[in-house]
């Protein structure tokens, strides 16, 4: 009994722990523009995370009509603090103990446009 309690477990667990990772990465809206063409933005953390909840989102909705989803276009945007001032802020924060504000992330770093069809 405790053998497949605990074989249940390890198959429910990693996939509790990815809806929840996908989940927290990001934000991700779609819509059918004026020539039927999905359009998809997203955000977050990473660049190539916000391109898989937008690939992840244009597959989802093909799928329910039996469709599978093609990518037409695509653009990303950085739009956090840049990289070598965060570096220099975050350093200056460990020297001054604190002093000077750390700066973290955000899931609105990064901005990804896509649209694709559902072929």
Do not use: H
Request: net charge positive; proline share 2%.
């Amino acid at each position: 009994m405790k053998t497949r309690n605990l074989v249940l477990l390890s198959l429910i667990v990693p996939v509790l722990a990815a809806c929840t990772t996908n989940a927290s990465r990001g934000t991700v809206t779609s819509y059918f523009n004026d020539k039927g063409q999905i359009e998809i933005q997203s955000s977050s953390y990473r660049e190539d995370w916000a391109l898989q909840l937008a690939v992840d989102r244009g597959t989802a909705t093909c799928e329910k009509s039996g469709k599978t989803f093609a990518v037409i276009d695509r653009q990303s945007r950085y739009q956090g603090i840049n990289q070598e001032m965060k570096a220099a802020l975050n350093v200056a924060s460990s020297l001054t103990q604190g002093k000077v504000p750390y700066t973290r992330s955000s899931s609105r770093d990064w901005q990804m446009t896509v649209i694709g069809q559902c072929n």
